[in-house]
């Protein structure tokens, strides 16, 4: 059953290790962002980023911005976590999103209340049921399925082809971006990727695979 995160009040300075340590330009810096408003986050994280501030001073770090995370947080606001807590907030972003996608899959309605209980109780997010369990199981399946049959099929592809519908499609790069890479005009590279898009659908054809390219 998914965790039931309780709000914790956090603040960019949790991060920091003991003004004492630090040099007077730290501490300047530290005193700086003691002065930024507090942001609304969930306790489990909020415990994992202090426990790994104190045990980690030193250790390289990577930068984020609580901005792109946290609907309470109205200005951007940058501090420095692990790799694991940058993991950690990305898995807590897919798994938004894949409650939204339950809420609209369910027709769940959406109240005016202040956080989303009354939404939460009308998808079953607190208990899924043995069904849900079922559901996501099955659909997890016919998507690791379909992303193998992908591969398998890119595969297939003269490696030029192969190269400009990954670009396109799986990283999500634009025409005239692939194009620019490859030093030919996005009109060519788009005839390149068509034309390897119909090798695709030939080749789930011949397979008997069902996709919609």
């Known amino acids: 059953m998914p965790l039931r995160h309780r709000p914790a009040v956090f603040t960019p300075t949790t991060l920091l290790v003991s003004s004492s340590r630090k040099s007077p ?6 005193a700086a962002r003691s002065a930024l408003p507090s942001v609304e986050v969930c306790g489990i994280c909020a415990a994992a980023m202090m426990t790994f501030s104190k045990q980690s001073e030193g250790m390289p770090m990577q930068t984020i911005n609580l901005k792109q995370y946290y609907p309470f947080c109205k200005e951007d606001i940058f501090v420095e976590v692990s790799d694991e ?3 950690a907030f990305l898995l807590d972003k897919r798994a938004e999103a894949a409650r939204d996608r339950k809420m609209f899959r369910y027709k769940a309605f959406y109240s005016l209340d202040c956080n989303d209980g009354i939404e939460n109780a009308a998808i079953g997010w607190a208990q899924p049921s043995p069904e849900d369990y079922l559901i996501e199981k099955e659909e997890l399946a016919e998507y690791e399925e379909l992303i193998r049959r992908l591969y398998e099929a890119i595969s297939s592809l003269p490696p030029m082809q ?21 030093g030919i ?16 659908r030939r080749y789930f054809a011949r397979q008997k695979w069902t996709v919609n390219l």
């Open 85 to 87: 807590i940058v993991e």
């Open 162 to 182: 192969a190269r400009r519908v990954h670009a396109r499609y799986m990283l999500g790069m634009k025409v005239k971006d692939i194009a620019a890479m490859e």
């Open 185 to 200: 005009t996005p009109s060519q590279a788009g005839k390149s990727i068509h034309a390897a898009l119909r090798r695709l």
């Open 25 to 30: 330009g730290e501490r300047a810096s530290t």
